[in-house]
């Protein structure tokens, strides 16, 4: 019986007591980061821009556990061959805000529905790079 109930607070507690605990941020811890800031209908968002301007678009999306920053060494390969990159962290995650929500599926397509939508790329095809929970938004409804 003891053996299930650590079991049971290794696997279910302690995740919900560590994201119950997690800093919040703001402007001071926002300061010196890379990128840009916008703010969406659940909080603010992190992104960044790397590589050409008018290149052809490659949004590369994170897993669960790990920020943007993840993406750093091929992100600075497509912008080196002429590529437009974007990459954002997930609310969350990173320098995005952690809003409290259902994060399902569709929680994250929407982040990134409203994210392109603000960043004005409208219906444009792009190449979506995502690993882990990043590959699940796939189906979202901006990309083809």
């Not at 678009?57 to 897993?63: F, K, Q, R, S």
């Not at 750093?72 to 080196?80: F, M, N, P, V």
Request: glycine residues 10%; proline residues 3%.
């Amino acid at each position: 019986m003891i053996i299930a109930l650590l079991l049971f607070s290794a696997f279910f507690v302690l995740p919900i007591l560590k994201e119950a605990t997690k800093k919040k941020l703001g402007e001071k811890e926002r300061t010196n980061a890379p990128g840009n800031f916008v703010t969406l209908s659940r909080g603010v968002v992190h992104y960044r821009w790397l590589g050409a301007e008018k290149g052809d678009l490659v949004v590369c999306i994170h897993g669960l556990t790990t920020p943007s920053f993840v993406f750093e060494g091929l992100a600075s390969h497509y912008a080196d061959i002429g590529k437009r990159v974007l990459v954002y962290d997930h609310y969350g995650r990173g320098y995005s805000d952690r809003p409290i929500a259902k994060q399902d599926k569709a929680f994250f397509i929407n982040q990134l529905d409203e994210l392109l939508n603000k960043l004005e790329i409208k219906r444009q095809k792009f190449e979506l790079i995502g690993y882990s929970m990043g590959g699940g938004n796939r189906s979202c409804l901006c990309c083809t």
